[in-house]
């Protein structure tokens, strides 16, 4: 969607767990920045990825196809790849596509840091 708010990150801490969490738009544009970021975070071999989705107010095919190349690669790393909290528009494309079955998805009342 053009125009939207453009995509943000931000790293707190849930119980010792680092989380990624995305805020803004995730669409063809914003979806590379999204992946660097994950890469980025990979380069530390985490036990556990995972990527907040509270604030994501609209997500397309792009957004998606990110958070299964990186929950792939933590499985062929034997880590854990986990989306927390998210929104409907995500919710629906997970719900669409069927991923929603392969992927870890957790909601909680955590605050952001």
Do not use: W, Y
């Not at 943000?8 to 680092?18: A, M, P, R």
């Not at 907040?52 to 854990?80: H, I, K, Y």
């Not at 989306?83 to 929603?100: H, K």
Request: hydrophobic residues 45%; contains cysteine.
């Amino acid at each position: 969607m053009e125009g939207g708010p453009p995509l943000s990150f931000t790293e707190f801490s849930v119980d010792g767990q680092l989380r990624l969490a995305v805020a803004g738009e995730l669409d063809m544009a914003s979806a590379p920045l999204l992946l660097r970021e994950i890469e980025r975070l990979e380069l530390d071999r985490p036990h556990t990825l995972a990527v907040d989705l509270r604030d994501v107010t609209f997500m397309d095919v792009s957004g998606l196809r990110v958070l299964l190349e990186a929950a792939q690669r933590a499985r062929s790393r034997q880590a854990a790849f986990v989306i927390f909290n998210p929104r409907s528009c995500a919710s629906r494309v997970f719900g669409l596509t069927a991923v929603d079955q392969e992927l870890k998805i957790v909601f909680d009342d955590s605050a952001q840091a």
